[in-house]
């Protein structure tokens, strides 16, 4: 296991195998060809999975369902973030219906930051880029921990759901899903235990199935969720379904950290500057000299760059011949850099272009439902 691994902090070298079988989450194996579209799931970045057969079938069968997840408003937007943003589209263009929680409150008892801070960071490194992304602001309920609804039947509902959950936790389970755990941390938990199962309340949507996609550090949320549902009889919920896939690599290697900004391109960077980062800090599975590499050749699997261009490059043509010519020696480490700086900079450009188109509609994202 990594040195620290838990929803807040993760320090360390991450052994995905060793998480798949401590957790007892299952490797998702075959899936319908409408996700082979997104290539998240065709180039199994998403991984793994609790019940995701729920979702798949309403999604064969045309039924309702839910996409539910949550913002942590801290930090800068980076391309790690945009796992989860690919996702909410993703989703939504096939029928779900989208919760997404502002855990403003979970960063103010974990992270001591202001509401208000939240709300102006939430916006303008979140939303924003969700939209430019292709979030729809329609079959979206995009809500603040703090300010639920202005329709006091569901503020009621959501906060009385946090209450009677409580009842059905006791301070053992926390220690054993969470390890150490403070008061406010215990609140946060028990406040996402009610994000995830909120929207199967009648005031909401009712019993239908929600997936909620996560890093695997998140799961501890998800299955102390799952375990307080089970004990809950004053309600019927659904099992929920949830899926995990991969950290996004820091550029020196390891996980990517907000909080240090030579780790990660945000998705507001100038191209000339993330180019720059690209070139100095990213990781290279090139050889020592040009000769020992087009001799031996490199080792995508662990070269950032690569890894990156996996996310970039939707041709898988494309992306085949550019890992086969680096292994191969033909391509340097130099110039697989460069191919990702053009299409990091191509994207940035085209990208901040619709943040400013975003910033015209966001209002309309941000009415209290």
Known sequence: MPDVFNPWE??????????????????????????????????????????IGRIINAIHYKKPFVMMTGLMPTGKFHIGHMMVAKQMVFYQNLGAKLYIA?????????RGQSLAESKKNAIEEYILNYIALGLKSENLDLYFQSNRSNHQHKANAYYRLQNVLARH??????????GEITPGKMLAALLQASDMLHPQLKEF???????????IDQDPHIRLARDIASKCKEFKFMELCSSYHYFMPGLSGGKMSSSD??????????PDVAAKKIKKYAFSGGRDTVEEHRKHGGN??????FQYLRYFEDNDKELKKVHD??????LLSGELKQILIEKMTKFL?????????????????MEVK
Do not use: C, M, W
């Open 300 to 305: 995508p699997d662990i070269d950032v760059s």
């Open 325 to 330: 010519d680096y292994k191969a020696g033909k």
């Open 169 to 178: 936790a006791t301070f053992n389970e926390f220690k054993a899903v969470y």
């Open 261 to 270: 900004s030579t780790s990660f391109i945000a998705l507001t960077d100038d």
């Open 10 to 51: 993760v320090k360390g070298d991450i052994d995905y195998d060793k998480l798949i079988k401590g957790f007892g989450v299952e490797l998702i194996k075959d899936l319908p060809d409408v996700f082979n579209e997104e290539v998240l799931f065709r180039r199994k970045f998403i991984f793994a999975h609790r019940g």
């Open 349 to 365: 450009e085209d990208h901040q272009k619709n943040i400013e188109k975003a910033k015209r509609v966001v209002d309309r994202y």
């Open 102 to 110: 502002v855990a403003d409150i979970e960063a103010y008892n974990a």
């Open 205 to 215: 949507e009712g019993p239908i199935p929600v997936i909620v996609p996560v890093g």
